[in-house]
């Protein structure tokens, strides 16, 4: 149980694009995702929390009108990068929260994102 | 503020030796603690998690962690390792007065010899 998915694993853009990265909660219903970004050979960062049907909450230094995020329903969460740049490339990860048990979340594989 | 020290950049150890990473953890209420590994290319994987009661827990591989809360630590270790253990290993700590979001450490890199 408490399978997390995300697709694409894999996205190659050209600069000025956006792309849509989507989270799935396969096996339970996710209130609240997370989406992380990591850097290679780095920790993850938080970026949002997204909680379905609200407004995602920013991490201070992300740009929301960048990083668009949407919790449409109770198992999917999706992240947009909008007019993506190099420097956006990156690994990208979404993780979940179920209704119960609040304080554990379930990862997803993660997405690589590169932009040329 | 809430943070997560993992002190050791890259650890290297011998397949079939021991293995003690540390994770240490700065705020005064007690946390909710884990242990993610992360193969290249993949995600994470939880391997051990402490919530409360036995400070001592089993996970996933044969991995164990000890709770301290005098040391303020999260320490992992594992008896025996085995070449397919090399990875990157992140601690992480959640709080209940910060909603449960995860606080990474900076993780360690297991090398394993043969």
């Known amino acids: 149980g408490a399978v997390v998915s995300q697709h694409p694993s894999r996205v190659i853009c050209k600069s000025g694009t956006s792309v849509k990265i989507e989270c799935r909660s396969l096996?339970?219903?996710?209130?609240?995702m997370f989406w992380y970004r990591q850097f290679p050979k780095k920790s993850l960062m938080l970026m949002a929390t997204?909680?379905?049907?609200?407004?995602?909450?920013?991490e201070q230094g992300v740009e929301k009108d960048k990083f668009l995020i949407n919790h449409a329903s109770l198992t999917l969460s999706t992240l947009t990068v909008t007019s993506a740049h190099p420097e956006d490339s990156s690994f990208y990860i979404c993780?979940?929260?179920?209704?119960?048990?609040?304080?554990?979340?379930?990862f997803g594989p993660g997405t690589r994102l590169t932009v040329t | 503020a809430q943070s997560v020290t993992q002190p050791d950049i890259h650890i290297t150890v011998s397949e079939g030796a021991s293995l003690e990473l540390r994770c240490n953890y700065s705020?005064?209420?007690?946390?909710?603690l884990f242990w993610y590994v992360q193969s290249p290319g993949q995600g994470l994987q939880l391997l051990l998690k402490?919530?409360?009661?036995?400070?001592l827990v089993q996970g996933i591989k044969g991995f164990e962690a000890e709770f301290k809360r005098s040391q303020s630590s999260f320490n992992l270790r594992k008896p025996s390792v085995h070449w397919s253990d090399a990875a990157e290993y992140f601690c992480?700590?959640?709080?209940?007065?910060?909603?449960?979001?995860?606080?990474f450490g900076s993780g360690t890199r297991l090398l394993v010899r043969p």
């Open positions: 993780s979940a929260r179920g209704e119960t048990a609040s304080y554990e979340q379930y």
């Open positions: 096996d339970f219903q996710a209130t609240t």
């Open positions: 997204s909680n379905e049907g609200s407004k995602a909450t920013y």
């Open positions: 705020y005064g209420a007690t946390p909710y």
């Open positions: 402490y919530f409360s009661g036995d400070t």
């Open positions: 992480a700590v959640a709080f209940m007065d910060s909603s449960y979001k995860l606080i």
